[in-house]
């Protein structure tokens, strides 16, 4: 009961706001995170909020759930301290911060949360003063006193020489005619500025950070008489190049400029919308080996994905990366965006050497290295950088890696590293042509493989697709990751060695002298015609080792019963081909006989109904073989276990039949009750 009342009580608190009144219209994630902080700090009394400060730095954040159990913040750790929460102020000898900040001007209100130096400025120009403190509704983004200290000396200087005009005009840029709270401040909008109608971006993420041209607000939404403060972290200047034409100007874009000539996304990168572009300085393109380079630029579409793979679909600010998150580029691709300490990553590399770059149509970060996708590459380096090195190395010593560096459509079934943990096999003729069946001649995807799927391979065979419940396997050998789909071809990471069927179920028993006995047994049962025809069959072939271990009496019974021979063999024969790949936990498989086999992988081990397999895997054209040291039994028939089950009833119906029978000696009346249990009996 005490566990429910806490959680009516957080739920109310949720839904209440901080005078009482029941929530309104959806919040924003910036009022989200607040009300978490609020939450978290409610405790230490009325609007208090929880701040997490990262340790080292002056930077605090609001905290959210996420970050409130993690403490940390870009891989860094933090403390907690517990704040006023915005608009709000303490009362001395009293618990938090139960009043609410006295109303004042524009003016006065940025000396309050902190920006005393924009105050400064302010006293320095003839005219904004007297604006901000008198009448009107006006929001001003006021940068904290950090923000102004880390501005370069030189910017500094050409703003404080020409106060009544570049001064004036820059802060300025940081107000708006109007009253602008954070619930408005919506993701990709702009603002129009006091200056020269110049816009201001604005970006709302999920996380609840909120920017204005890339600068994070600190404290928000404190109210004056004539408008409202937002807190700032940087000096925020005017924008007015679009992404292309930065690229032009910038000398370390030089080879990037080519790039987007030759790939016609100059058209994107200048028209409207929010991007990010993740720069490669002409560094970055100077690390590929001249070779691979040469080859994207001059294949028009390895080109555009290589570029498309830069851009990312909506604008991110540096400020707003706080952890790691997922985030779509143009080409349909995601990178993994996150940060650690000051530094931006991208998939978990540092390779963002300036950041927050802003453009009209969004912001641009410089990374020196270059992102080439997937779909830019050849199969070779696909391969060499997946956990198949060792099949490449193989395919070099055979000579046929030049299949997987050219323009041939091809999917490669690439084995794992693991395989070869016994070493690697000798390359000879045999050997080439079963790497050649590792090829097959058309660019597939694992998605659109469906089970009885044949595959033409470079060696001339034809491999079957098998679909199972867990697993997606082509003959013997399953699919162990997801593709990798490179320019002309795909990568198939598979679980084994493709062993392609040499002939029917009937030729590998043949050739195999294991199972002389058991092809006699067959012959004499009539099964070949069966095993020799076209069909889909798993055997589960008796060694002769797996004969020979039964009685002579019984093997010689067996052989001399034509039909209990038929019957026995047909049991070891399933009417589907599985895989030991495809087995999974437990697979109940249906003979020809009738019954059904129980067939099991445990710690890599196959098993028959409970009995070890000795060789998994020996494919066939029309099935699979695995070599078993055991004859398998049929169980009982199930007509007999339906009638151990009449056997049990009849019992007991014996038994109170008895029962009453004894009675009915004592009484007349029992006498009928007593013959229709014997009726029962008879039935």
């Not at 000398?251 to 030759?262: G, N, Q």
């Not at 002579?552 to 599985?578: F, M, Q, S, V």
Request: charged letters at 20%; proline letters at 4%; glycine letters at 8%.
């Amino acid at each position: 009961m005490a566990l429910l009342m806490r959680l009516l009580t957080l739920a109310l608190a949720l839904s209440v706001g901080p005078a009482g009144t029941l929530a309104g219209p959806a919040k924003s994630p910036y009022q989200l995170v607040l009300q978490h902080s609020r939450l978290r700090g409610r405790q230490h009394g009325p609007n208090v909020c929880a701040v997490q400060k990262v340790i080292g730095t002056n930077k605090k954040y609001f905290t959210n759930c996420k970050q409130w159990y993690q403490r940390k913040i870009c891989g860094k750790s933090t403390v907690i301290s517990y704040e006023c929460c915005p608009g709000y102020e303490k009362v001395p000898g009293e618990k938090g911060c139960p009043a609410a900040l006295p109303l004042s001007n524009l003016y006065e209100t940025m000396g309050v949360v902190g920006s005393t130096t924009t105050q400064l400025y302010t006293d320095r120009t003839e005219k904004l003063r007297p604006e901000m403190e008198g009448p009107g509704s006006f929001t001003i983004f006021a940068p904290s006193n950090e923000a102004w200290s880390s501005l370069p000396a030189e910017v500094l200087d050409s703003l404080v020489s020409n106060v009544n005009i570049e001064l004036l005009n820059a802060l300025r840029y940081h107000m708006v005619d109007r009253r602008v709270l954070t619930d408005e401040l919506k993701h990709g909008m702009t603002l129009t500025s006091m200056y020269q109608n110049s816009n201001i971006q604005i970006h709302h993420y999920p996380n609840g950070i909120v920017t204005v041209n890339c600068a994070r607000l600190l404290k928000a939404d404190h109210h004056a008489t004539n408008g409202v403060v937002h807190l700032i972290d940087k000096v925020i200047s005017t924008i007015t190049n679009n992404i292309q034409q930065i690229i032009e100007i910038e000398d370390t874009f030089e080879t990037l400029r080519a790039a987007v000539a030759a790939s016609g996304l100059n058209t994107v990168l200048e028209g409207d919308g929010q991007f990010t572009l993740l720069a490669p300085t002409n560094e970055a393109f100077e690390k590929i080996p001249a070779e691979t380079l040469n080859r994207i630029l001059g294949d028009p579409e390895a080109l555009r994905d290589l570029l498309n793979n830069h851009i990312l679909k909506s604008a991110m600010c540096a400020e707003a990366i706080v952890a790691g998150m997922s985030m779509e580029t143009l080409g349909g691709t995601t990178l993994e965006v996150g940060c650690s300490g000051d530094k931006l990553t991208i998939n978990g590399k540092a390779v963002i050497s300036n950041k927050d770059i802003l453009a009209t149509n969004g912001v641009i970060h410089f990374i020196d290295e270059l992102l080439i996708p997937d779909s830019a590459k050849t199969l070779l380096e696909l391969a060499g950088e997946s956990d198949v090195s060792t099949a490449i190395d193989i395919l070099k010593q055979a000579g046929l890696d030049t299949h997987l560096s050219g323009k041939e459509q091809l999917t490669f079934l690439a084995p794992l590293n693991s395989v070869f943990k016994d070493g690697v096999p000798r390359i000879d003729a045999q050997m080439k042509t079963l790497l050649l069946n590792h090829m097959v001649k058309e660019q597939l995807a694992s998605k659109y493989l469906y089970s009885g799927q044949t595959l033409d391979t470079l060696g001339g065979k034809k491999l079957r697709v098998f679909v199972y419940r867990n697993s997606l396997c082509i003959e013997n050998s399953c699919i162990a990751a997801h593709d990798k789909r490179g320019r002309f071809g795909t990568l198939f990471t598979m679980d084994r060695m493709l062993t392609p069927p040499m002939g029917t179920v009937m030729d590998v028993l043949k050739g195999d002298n294991r199972f002389s006995m058991l092809v006699a047994a067959i012959q004499s049962a009539g099964l070949m015609e069966i095993l020799n025809r076209e069909g889909v069959y798993t055997v589960f072939a008796p060694t002769n080792e797996a004969f020979q271990a039964m009685p002579p009496e019984e093997l010689n019974k067996l052989l001399a019963n034509a039909k209990e021979l038929t019957n026995i063999l047909k049991y070891h024969i399933g009417d589907e081909i599985l895989v030991s790949g495809g087995i999974g936990a437990l697979v109940r498989l249906k003979s020809l006989q009738g019954d059904k086999l129980e067939v099991s992988s445990k710690n890599n081990v196959v098993s028959v109904n409970k009995e070890p397999v000795a060789e998994t895997d020996i494919m066939a054209t029309n099935g699979v073989v695995y070599a078993i040291n055991t004859v398998l039994q049929p169980p009982a028939n199930r007509p007999q276990e339906r009638g151990d089950e009449m056997a049990d009833s009849a019992l007991e119906i014996f038994k109170q039949a008895s029962a009453y029978s004894r009675a009915a000696q004592r009484s007349v009346r029992l006498a009928p009750v007593y013959q229709r249990l014997l009726e029962r009996m008879k039935h």
